[in-house]
């Protein structure tokens, strides 16, 4: 599967953005979906998991309550709406694929997308 995501950009503390992952290749709905995040000068961290159905969700601490992720099979999509942005959320975001639920949840991925720049202003 082949993953290209969009929708960054620069938005003032509080703010809102919502990215958008397009799935193209294999099967979208065979897989688990997620975000994951690379601050500058820090590793890339886990953000937010869903399954395949939609029907369970995974997050971060950091962004729990804010952050919302969801998915339309029928489009081939994967999003992230992302409320009551902190300057801390400032990076690098990338959409992935993987089979495995837990799996995803700790890094391991069947595909990356490339990543798409958040940057939130205080």
């Known amino acids: 599967v082949q993953l290209q995501a969009s929708g960054g950009g620069l938005v003032q503390f509080g703010g809102s953005l919502r990215l958008s992952c397009a799935a193209s290749?294999?099967?979208?709905?065979?897989?688990?979906a997620g975000w994951f995040r690379q601050a500058p000068g820090k590793e890339r961290e886990f953000v937010a998991a869903?399954?395949?159905?939609?029907?369970?969700?995974y997050y971060a601490d950091s962004v729990k309550g804010r952050f919302t992720i969801s998915r339309d099979n029928a489009r081939n999509m994967v999003h992230l709406q992302m409320n009551s942005l902190k300057p801390a959320d400032t990076a690098v975001y990338y959409c992935?694929?993987?089979?495995?639920?837990?799996?995803?949840?700790?890094?391991?991925?069947?595909?990356w997308g490339q990543g798409t720049l958040v940057t939130v202003s205080s």
């Open positions: 869903i399954n395949w159905s939609g029907s369970s969700t």
């Open positions: 290749g294999r099967t979208f709905s065979d897989y688990c």
């Open positions: 992935a694929a993987g089979v495995v639920f837990l799996h995803l949840r700790n890094g391991i991925v069947s595909a």
